[in-house]
């Protein structure tokens, strides 16, 4: 799940991602920045994928990549098929 604050910090909305879709921004993010991401941030880096083009052009995301991944590569290799 994702917390997303659309309006202001009172709002919050949860959203459930596909692990398909978690899989593959793991991976993505693995490959592209040669870090391995906790699965909290894949989760949220998923949900990006899906936000991002409703959003306005210009608008700035802060995705905060905390944690380390090192912790759940197993975790990801059982539960992700990576």
């Known amino acids: 799940m994702l917390f997303h604050f659309p ?3 009172v709002e919050v909305a949860f959203y459930m991602m596909y692990l398909v879709l978690i899989s593959a921004a ?3 993010v693995s490959q592209l ?3 391995i991401p ?3 941030t894949s989760h ?3 949900y990006l994928e899906k936000l991002c083009p409703t ?3 210009g608008t700035k995301v802060v995705v905060n990549c905390s944690g380390r991944g090192d ?3 197993q975790t990801a290799m059982k539960y992700l098929k990576i």
């Open 7 to 9: 309006r202001s910090e």
């Open 26 to 28: 793991f991976k993505r």
């Open 33 to 35: 920045e040669g870090i």
């Open 38 to 40: 906790a699965l909290e």
């Open 44 to 46: 949220a880096l998923a």
């Open 55 to 57: 959003l306005p052009n």
């Open 71 to 73: 912790k759940d590569v």
